[in-house]
Nanobody, 120 residues
Framework: VQLVESGGGLVQPGGSLGLSCAASGFTFSSYAMSWYRQAPGKERELVAAITSAGGSTNYADSVKGRFTISRDNAKNTVYLQMNSLKPEDTAVYYC??????????????WGQGTQVTVSS
């Protein structure tokens, strides 16, 4: 299993950023996927998750209406579009492989993470 995140960087408050997670080594279309984040000194928290066919999504209250998770099973990739970013969104963002088509936890595997920094 390999999960490779990309798209992180530095963005000003109110800006947008899109993350991608390219997956390999397993049947991507058979598993739910998720995005988590971990800020310094804090526990890793769920940001967004999506079922295997993309029919159901789940978001943390703190990102609802601002972030959108999606997936392209033909490209073995899951995305996280982040709009109206706030300084409190600053964290390392991780892609997670779920347990089965409908459960995004417990995670079977993690990516290496990509840093997102929201600052002026």
């Amino acid at each position: 299993v390999q999960l490779v995140e990309s798209g992180g960087g530095l963005v000003q408050p109110g800006g947008s950023l899109g993350l991608s997670c390219a997956a390999s080594g397993f049947t991507f279309s058979s598993y739910a996927m998720s995005w988590y984040r971990q800020a310094p000194g804090k526990e890793r928290e769920l940001v967004a998750a999506i079922t295997s066919a993309g029919g159901s999504t789940n978001y943390a209250d703190s990102v609802k209406g601002r972030f959108t998770i999606s997936r392209d099973n033909a490209k073995n990739t899951v995305y996280l579009q982040m709009n109206s970013l706030k300084p409190e969104d600053t964290a390392v963002y991780y892609c997670g492989l779920g347990a089965d088509p409908f459960r995004w936890g417990p995670q079977r595997s993690w990516g290496q993470g990509t840093q997102v920094t929201v600052s002026s």
